[in-house]
């Protein structure tokens, strides 16, 4: 099983912008679809971003224009950067790896998760 590592999360005012990186270790995600979720407080994991191991790439409505995932396979590692930040994107936000097929969107189609980073964006 891959460990994965997130880090770049932090706090930052409104309209800001902040790049995420997940660090692969203990096998290659060249193969892999790769995801980022979220969950605030008091709210349900929803799905933000994905990539596939042919680097298509899927968002949610809420982020589409303002958020890139990316992935240099070299590295071993998945990007979001994240624009135009909102105090609603505020939450922990975690990423997924999965080998084989699925629902990019489905979070129950990942079998590798990451321990999360928080964003906390301030109005």
């Known amino acids: 099983q891959v460990q994965l590592v997130e880090s770049g999360g932090g706090l930052v005012q409104a309209g800001g912008s902040l790049r995420l990186s997940c660090a692969g270790s203990g096998r290659s995600l060249s193969s892999n679809a790769m995801a980022w979720f979220r969950q605030a407080p008091g709210k349900e994991r929803e799905f933000v971003a994905a990539?596939?191991?042919?680097?298509?790439?899927y968002y949610a409505d809420s982020v589409k224009g303002r958020f890139t995932i990316s992935r240099d396979n070299a590295k071993n590692t998945v990007f979001l950067q994240m624009n135009s930040l909102k105090p609603e994107d505020t939450a922990v936000y975690s990423c997924a790896a999965r080998r084989g097929s699925g629902n990019v969107f489905a979070a129950t189609s990942y079998d590798s998760w990451g321990q999360g980073t928080q964003v906390t964006v301030s109005s």
């Open positions: 990539i596939t191991w042919i680097s298509s790439t």
